[in-house]
């Protein structure tokens, strides 16, 4: 291989929000660890699709295997519109990683966790070979299947200062990197996807999340009630722990916040739960980061909800608190582009996971591959 070739890779995320596909295309070097994102775009899901994936996790078989299909007919519909949207030829893209659409993760003991979205439509699609299904051969070893973006904040930021790395998804999850530093990770507690379920509680299943923030910018935060929701056992264990979405779903509004919701104290909710999210990751970081750690990169559709940044620069007191756009990275490809490293290492048969964030016995190659 020439020393300095770039090599084109796409990845696939559809992350627990079930907001969408995200798509990226990047452009790596492998012999200079260097990855760039050439074009992204998340393709939305429509409600009934979105509303499907999230109570997926109590289908019958018939339902959950036809999802599992129709998901990845889907995204390689999706993938053939990006590709005619930014003029990729597939032959130039050398492999697609697809992390799956996660119905079911249930870490620790005789754990399990099940992504869908067959991929084998994707590779049927473009004649290229694509990776899936990240997650088991980490769990087989012993591992809690997540968090696997540490592998790629290592490979971007391992040589620089430490500093910490949190995408808010649909849950909230935090790496620490850098020189010196061993890797660590683990999820922090919800992200939008908490907010995401009051608006639509409030909403009556109109609206999906709190765009800018709004709701909440407009409501009042119950500090008092944000110390009491930190006390959720989750907050307690210690890493490498991970995070189901259904922990923090409708359920905990209604047992936290009662059932009554007016027009005025749907925004104090919300607001609540904004100050709440940001805490969460406020704790996480205080609790873990090692000494020397002054800087949050904010990733996913977390870092696109201002008042939820603000609210984290408020939070985190004193460490400095960055979207990943300002460092030419957008929050939602950073999570697509991973995968497509992954899937470019598995490919080559080499180690594409950071096994000291899940907790897994060694390091291994993870993911299937189709040819
Ligand atoms: N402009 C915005 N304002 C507020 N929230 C936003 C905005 N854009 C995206 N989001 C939030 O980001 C979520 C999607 O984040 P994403 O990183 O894709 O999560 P996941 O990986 O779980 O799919 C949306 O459901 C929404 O809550
Ligand atoms: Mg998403």
């Given amino acids: 291989m020439k020393k300095n070739k770039i090599i084109k890779i796409m990845g696939l995320m559809s992350g627990t929000s079930a907001d969408g596909l995200s798509i990226a295309l990047c452009a790596l070097r492998p012999a200079g660890r260097r990855l760039s994102v050439l074009a992204h775009k998340t393709y939305a899901y429509g409600a009934q699709l979105r509303e499907r994936i999230i109570t997926a996790r109590t289908m019958r078989a018939p339902e959950l295997s036809a999802l599992n299909f129709e998901l990845g007919g889907l995204w390689a519909v999706m993938v053939r519109r990006f590709c005619r949207e930014y003029k990729i030829a597939y032959k130039s893209v050398a492999v697609i990683g697809s992390h799956g659409q ?151 509004i209604k047992k936290r916040f009662g059932n009554r919701f007016n027009k005025k104290n749907k925004y104090d909710v919300l607001a609540t739960l904004n100050y709440f999210t940001a805490a969460s990751v406020a704790l996480a970081f205080q609790r873990a980061a090692p000494v020397r750690t002054s800087e949050l990169i904010v990733s996913g559709g977390g870092a696109l909800n201002p008042v939820l940044m603000r609210n984290l620069a408020s939070a985190m007191e004193g460490a400095r608190v960055r979207s990943i756009a300002r460092l030419g990275i957008s929050p939602l490809a950073k999570e697509p582009a991973c995968f497509a490293l992954l899937a470019w290492l598995a490919l080559n048969r080499r180690i594409n996971h950071c096994s000291s964030a899940t907790g897994a016995r060694g390091p291994r190659v993870l993911g299937k591959i189709i040819l």
Avoid: C
């Fill in 102 to 252: 996660t119905v079911y993760h249930s870490p620790g003991k005789n754990g399990h966790t099940l992504q869908l979205g067959e991929a084998a439509f994707i590779a049927e699609e473009t004649g290229r070979p694509v990776v899936a299904d990240f997650r088991p051969s980490d769990m087989a070893a012993g591992g809690q299947g997540a968090p696997l973006i540490p592998f790629l904040d290592e490979y971007l930021f391992g040589g620089g200062k430490p500093v910490a790395l949190q995408n808010i998804g649909g849950v909230g999850n935090i790496a620490f990197v850098g020189r010196g530093i061993k890797t660590s990770g683990f999820d922090t507690g919800p992200g939008n996807s908490l907010m995401d379920t009051a608006v639509g509680m409030f909403s009556n299943g109109k609206k999906t999340f709190d765009p800018d923030g709004r709701w909440a910018a407009a409501g009042k935060i119950d500090h008092g009630r944000v110390l009491e929701l930190l006390k959720h056992p989750f907050f307690a264990l210690k890493p490498p722990k991970s995070l189901d979405r259904s922990e923090f779903s409708d359920s905990f």
